[in-house]
């Protein structure tokens, strides 16, 4: 990555921290708790590609910060109850995320199933923020439809139907297509919202352009699992601040399981390929390219 | 009850049954089991207080009954959620619930688990749902309050917070207040939401009739509270179709257990006049003032 991105990204990973550090209800005598868990798992962790995907759309489209912070925060509080709830010993049982013991070890299952609960209330909340309103009158945001989009996201036609399809998939012989189904809701569903929505903070979008970061969101986000995928057959839990080679122990069909390593590397490249040509004609697509460069080359 | 409320209330619940069958998803092939368990637990059963709450504020309001019953659909769909999750091993531990066996005793938890958190987003997606914009011009909702209203009701200062004071109360000797303030949280915020967004789809509220609704809420919420810990402690598992004296069993306080079966029925009677007495400069209160006495005299 060139030295601007890595400035670019810094600034807004901080802006969004400071903005959690803000939105994350403090601890207090009756719920000390369960907020204390909220902050546990949603601060100072986690590779942030959510909101770094929503600002780099909210370029293409002038959105303002202040406008793609907020979104960019309730996005990610979505994923961060949804990792809550996936390492529940009733799904993944998993001990170790981001790092550090997962919530219900660091507390317990009860207080976990309810710091999920709370996040995912408290991202409707931000969409819903006052602030989003406040915008010049030719940059009216869309608010209604954004919160429809992240709750569509979010149900049962995305990411819960994701994991629910993980579920039934589990054990199971899948095909190729019924692998990048399940991606396409399990994490696929999400990352186009952030997408969307951090566009979207510059008003509505015509609907070329939004055709075209759907595109760029849906190989980013295929591309984004299928290097995930190679990482847990190829790298340490202590690299990546997970357990890994998980899913060869439950049994789980990935692209490396179903195509094997070299040939889902090559997969990896050409939906790299696919997400840069999707937007090559919006502008102000730099950040865009970077993102999908940095997807593609993680080693974590 | 009368016959005219009876009517009244039959009315409004078809209402709410048709439009939640018509909301929940419908089975497809990849996410059949996660639909399948999304309608078993909300269609059908429960005695559906919070919606007949909203249509009955609604009247106050002279709200338009298509925009109270996706109001109505969206807070028992949260009412429904939580207590999915409530009956989860790692909360109560429950195994029936409506005269059923629950959601995660008739599928498995991990469904469960992902019933709940599916439950909560199709909330917050309708009550982005278009059909609410649509309204004559002096009435326009004020649709991203109302989600905003229901988000902050369900989370970690609501309904899941309170649900964190029950786990931190539970073995514990507590105050007759800090029993009151969990019950506030825990099921009086939604309820408090139910009467408030039925209200809202008449147009914003003046303050003075804010005021008035927000007591009447607070009383009945309490009201409804104590009646259950009476009905906990003095009836059948099989007239209330979920398990009967689990407070006891579990060493939870209740205001049978701080109070006495008799101090408690005194307070549920004073808390229903306190309802009524809220309300009585309100137009068009008569259903509010049925419901107040229905939740007085329920048997199950």
Known sequence: MTTEFTNWSHHRLSRVEQALERFLPISNDATDRLHTAMRYVALG??????????FAAGETHQACPEHVTIVACAVELVHAYSLVHDDLPCMDD???RRGKPTCHVAFDEATAL?????LQSLAFELLAHPDLAQTSPHTRLPQVEMIRLLATASGSHGMAGGQAIDLANTGQHISLAELELMHQHKTGALIDAAICLGAMCGGPLEAAH???LKQYARAVGLAFQVVDDILDATASSEQLGKTAGKDAHQLKSTYVSLMGCDAARQFAHSLHQQATAAIKHL???QRLLDLA????????
């Open 45 to 54: 962790g986690g590779k942030r590609i959510r909101p770094l995907l929503a």
């Open 293 to 300: 460069a940095l997807i593609l080359q993680r080693t974590s």
């Open 210 to 212: 939004l055709a075209a």
């Open 94 to 96: 998993d001990v170790l």
């Open 283 to 285: 502008p102000h697509n």
């Open 114 to 118: 309810l710091v999920g609960d709370s």
